[in-house]
C-alpha cells in the first residue's frame, strides 16, 4: 500500500488547514472557555461543504464518498487546531450522515441526507445510555409498534451533537429474539412532539463540543424511517462505529500533531541554561517519542481508510487506529505539558487545552479497553495472518 498523498489530496490539506488557522484557531480558546461552538464557523463549514465530505455530490455533499482518506485528512485539520470542532464534524458525518447513505432508502436519502450533507441540519448518533455504554447490547429505549408507526420512550445520555441535532440516528429496542434483544435503527427528526433534550454535559475536554442527554416520551416515528430493517440495529451499529472509530482516529491523529508543532516550537524558542531546551537528549527524546507515536496513529488511520474504501473488512483495522491514535495523542498531550514545564499548565498556552481534549480520545467511541477486547477477540478468533 503506498500512502503518499495524490495531488487532490494535498491541496485539500492545504485548503483545509488554512481555513482551520484562519477562522477556527482564533476562537477556540474562547470556544472552550463558553462551552459552545462559535455559530460563525457553522456556516464557514457550511461553505466548505464539510458536512458532506463523505456524502456524493448527488446529494449535495463533497463527493468524498470513495475517499475515505480525504475525510481523514478533513478531520484531522480540524482536529489540530479544536479537537471540539473535529468530533462535531467527525461525528455528523461518520456515524449519522454515512449510514444513511451507505443503509438508507432513496427517499431516506432525499429526506434527510441531503439536508445533512449540506449543513442545513446537524446529525448525531444516539446508542449509549445509562447502563448500555460499552455494553452495546443493553439498551433499554424501547420501540413498539403501533400500526403503520413506532413509537419510542426511554433516554440516550452523552450524545456528541445531541443537544445542537436536528436528524437522530436512534437505536432502540424493538423486541426480544430469543435470549437477545432486538435493537433497530430509527432515524427521528428532533421536531417530533415527545422529543426533547435534557441535561447537557460539562465535561473535561472538548468543552465546545456539544454532549448532551436525550429524552424520548411517546415519540412516534414512522415505518419508513427505520434504518436498514427491524432487528439490524445492532448490526448496522457495530459497522457504523466501524467507520466512526476512522474519523475519531483522525482527529486524534490531528490533536497529537498539533501537540508536536507546539512543542518543537517551544523547545526552539525557551532558553534555559544559555540554550534552547530543544538541545537537551531529554526534550529530544520525547519529541522523537511523540512523532513516531502520532505518524503510527496516522498510517493505521490510513490503513483502515483504504481498506473501506476498497471494500475490505476493516472492523480490526479501525480499532487499532482508534486505540494507537488516541494513546498517541494523550501520550503527545502529556509531553507536550512537561517540555511547556509550568507554561504547560496555563490557559494561556494551547497545551492545556490539548491534554484536557486528548483524554477524551481514549473513552469515546468505545474506551482503549474495548478497543483492545476487540482487537484480541478478533486475532484469537481468526489469526495473526488477518493483519
Not at 232 to 244: I, N, Q, W
Request: charged fraction near 25%.
Amino acid at each position: 500500500m503506498d500512502f503518499t498523498l495524490n495531488e487532490q489530496q494535498k491541496m485539500l490539506r492545504k485548503i483545509t488547514r488554512e481555513f482551520a488557522e484562519e477562522y477556527i484557531a482564533p476562537v477556540a480558546e474562547e470556544s472552550d472557555q463558553k462551552s459552545k461552538l462559535d455559530d460563525k464557523i457553522f456556516q464557514k463549514m457550511k461553505e466548505m461543504n464539510y458536512f458532506g465530505t463523505c456524502i456524493p455530490e448527488e446529494y449535495g455533499g463533497a463527493g468524498l464518498h470513495d475517499d475515505t482518506i480525504s475525510f481523514c485528512i478533513v478531520t484531522e485539520e480540524i482536529g489540530r487546531v479544536d479537537a471540539s470542532w473535529g468530533i462535531t464534524i467527525g461525528v455528523h458525518c461518520s456515524v449519522c450522515a454515512y449510514p444513511i447513505y451507505k443503509f438508507g432508502t432513496e427517499d431516506q436519502k432525499q429526506r434527510f441526507l441531503i439536508d445533512l450533507a449540506k449543513g442545513n441540519k446537524v446529525g448525531a448518533f444516539c446508542l449509549t445510555e445509562a447502563n448500555a455504554g460499552s455494553d452495546a447490547g443493553g439498551v433499554q429505549l424501547s420501540a413498539e409498534k403501533d400500526g403503520d408507526e413506532w413509537i419510542l420512550n426511554g433516554s440516550k445520555i452523552f450524545a456528541t451533537n445531541g443537544g445542537i441535532a436536528q436528524t437522530l440516528l436512534v437505536v432502540a429496542k424493538s423486541g426480544e429474539k430469543g435470549s437477545r434483544k432486538e435493537l433497530t435503527i430509527f432515524i427521528v427528526d428532533t421536531n417530533t412532539p415527545g422529543y426533547s433534550v435534557g441535561v447537557k454535559e460539562d465535561k473535561l475536554g472538548v468543552r465546545a463540543s456539544n454532549t448532551s442527554e436525550l429524552v424520548f416520551q411517546d415519540v412516534r416515528v414512522p415505518y419508513e424511517n427505520i434504518l436498514g430493517n427491524i432487528g439490524e440495529g445492532f448490526r448496522l451499529a457495530m459497522k457504523t462505529l466501524d467507520y466512526g472509530r476512522i474519523s475519531i482516529a483522525s482527529q486524534c491523529v490531528g490533536l497529537g500533531q498539533a501537540c508536536l508543532e507546539a512543542s518543537i516550537k517551544y523547545s526552539n524558542e525557551r532558553i534555559q541554561f544559555g540554550q534552547p531546551i530543544g538541545r537537551f537528549q531529554g526534550i529530544q527524546w520525547k519529541i522523537s517519542d511523540m512523532a513516531c507515536a502520532v505518524e503510527s496513529g496516522r498510517l493505521l488511520t490510513y490503513k483502515a481508510a483504504h481498506m473501506c474504501d476498497n471494500g475490505m473488512d476493516y472492523g480490526l483495522a479501525s480499532a487499532m487506529a482508534k486505540l494507537v491514535a488516541s494513546e498517541a495523542a494523550m501520550k503527545a498531550a502529556h509531553s507536550a505539558v512537561q517540555i511547556h514545564g509550568g507554561y504547560g499548565l496555563m490557559k494561556a498556552y494551547a497545551v492545556e487545552r490539548y491534554f484536557r481534549d486528548a483524554k477524551m480520545g481514549e473513552v469515546y467511541e468505545g474506551t482503549s479497553e474495548i478497543q483492545r477486547l476487540v482487537i484480541a477477540n478478533q486475532l484469537l478468533r481468526k489469526g495473526a495472518n488477518i493483519l
